[in-house]
């Protein structure tokens, strides 16, 4: 079994070669969640994410002749990355199976460290089964994204430098997935100092670990879509199950858009991009899913890899999330000056108009009658609530469409 001393001789592995992430203290998320909130920023690594601790303390933990025949691994995301990096930092050869449908930003990233990509199969468990047979054939070491001691214990360098830069920490916050993360950071502190508490976070799409911890044992689950892809595993590792029962004090959820309104929080508050399943664990204080007050918190920012494609979307999600985008449909007479009068409603409460459609023919679009489609811009959930009664109070019928 893995112990702190794997995690320390993982942590003198890396230096020159992962950076030493901050710690950023936030008044605005202190405020919010009524903690004192540390940022680990991991969104800031090496890849753009935390994986690449894991990756490269695997690669070093290999003999000579294992390097030689090269690595390989299944991922759509950040451990490709990690992967690849850590090989071209030790001049291994490297082969990453990613599915079909990855982001080819994702793609054309992993391909730039040096490494080997081929797209096979339309989801990653297609991906991994052609993984796994490809390295029976080219007799590689498979890098297992989680459930692996070398790979836990360079995810555990993580806590080893929290400790180090705030030993007055009273609680860390993980996303988990498969579990290498937490197992490792909770595994460090809670040896380093027993009364700090470790707590994790699923998205509520997929909790695969909180699932399994309640049944007393691994268990595959079917998953839902979620914002957060880099902690949507179907089943925890075998070997981050039994660190996790006996290191961490709880698992929490949270909903999708919790996450999306984190998201956009980051980016503007702190200048951070940041990716769904890295903002998980900082949406898990902000919406109170964790009963703590008043005290130093160390949330891990696991990751930054956002596809630029996806970034216009965070913000649409977070924007409704907090009050700050109002969608609705309403019906006027199709009469000159009809329109300028629900706009001047709207403009007398400082409603911002950003897109406007007409239907004059559709379902329940009566002879005379238009369909009108109004996406707003709006302050808060107040300002939404003013703007809605007082269209209402005007005797139009409206639908709010979210």
């Known amino acids: 079994m893995i112990t702190i001393k794997e995690i320390e001789e993982a942590k003198s592995k890396m230096n020159g070669i992962v950076h030493y992430t901050h710690l950023d203290h936030s008044h605005t998320f202190s405020q919010l969640s009524n903690n004192d909130i540390y940022l ?15 990756s490269y303390n ?3 933990s290999l003999s000579k002749g294992e390097l030689e025949k090269g690595v390989i691994a299944a991922s759509a995301g950040n451990h490709a990355q990690g992967v690849a990096y850590s090989s071209s930092q030790l001049n291994v050869p490297c082969t990453i199976v990613m599915p079909k449908g990855a982001p080819l930003s994702k793609v054309e990233a992993t391909k730039k460290y040096g490494a080997n990509v081929e797209l096979q199969g339309a989801t990653f468990d297609e991906a991994l089964e052609y993984a796994l047979g ?11 994204p989680f459930d692996d001691e070398a790979v836990i214990a360079g995810q555990g360098t993580i806590g080893l430098e929290i400790y180090e830069q705030l030993p007055s920490i009273d609680a860390v916050v993980c996303p988990v997935g ?48 979620s914002m957060a892809d880099g902690i949507a595993v179907k089943r925890p590792g075998n070997l981050t199950f039994e660190l996790i029962q006996t290191y961490v004090d709880e698992i929490y959820t949270v909903e999708e858009m919790e996450i999306a309104r ?36 160390v949330p891990i920012i696991t990751g930054g890899n ?39 409603l709207i403009a007398e409460l ?12 559709g379902a329940n679009v009566f002879p005379g009658q238009t369909k009108i489609q109004l996406s707003l811009e709006t302050k808060n959930q107040a300002h939404i609530e003013q703007i809605v009664q007082k269209i209402k109070d005007a005797g139009y019928v409206i639908e709010i469409d979210l």
């Open 40 to 54: 680990k920023l991991e969104n800031l690594q090496k890849t753009g994410s935390f994986k690449v601790r894991g």
């Open 58 to 60: 695997k690669m070093t």
């Open 134 to 144: 490809l390295q029976k054939e080219m007799g590689a070491t498979f890098v297992h």
């Open 178 to 225: 498969g579990g290498g993360l937490i197992a490792g950071v909770a595994l460090a502190l809670k040896t380093l100092k027993p009364s700090i508490k470790v707590y994790g976070v699923e998205s509520a799409a997929c909790p695969s670990m909180k699932e399994s911890l309640l049944a007393n044992k691994p268990l595959t689950i079917d998953i839902l879509p």
């Open 262 to 297: 984190t998201m956009l929080l980051l980016l503007e508050r702190n200048k951070l991009l940041v990716e769904g399943s890295g903002a998980s664990s900082l949406a898990a204080l902000i919406y109170n899913k964790i009963p703590l007050e008043n005290a130093k918190i």
């Open 306 to 344: 956002v596809d630029m494609n996806f970034i216009s979307r965070i913000i649409e999600h977070g924007m409704v999330e907090s009050g700050r985008f109002l969608s609705l449909v309403t019906y006027i007479t199709d009469k000159p000056g009809h329109l300028h009068k629900l706009l001047q």
């Open 350 to 361: 400082d409603g911002n108009v950003l897109h406007i459609n007409h239907h004059r023919i």
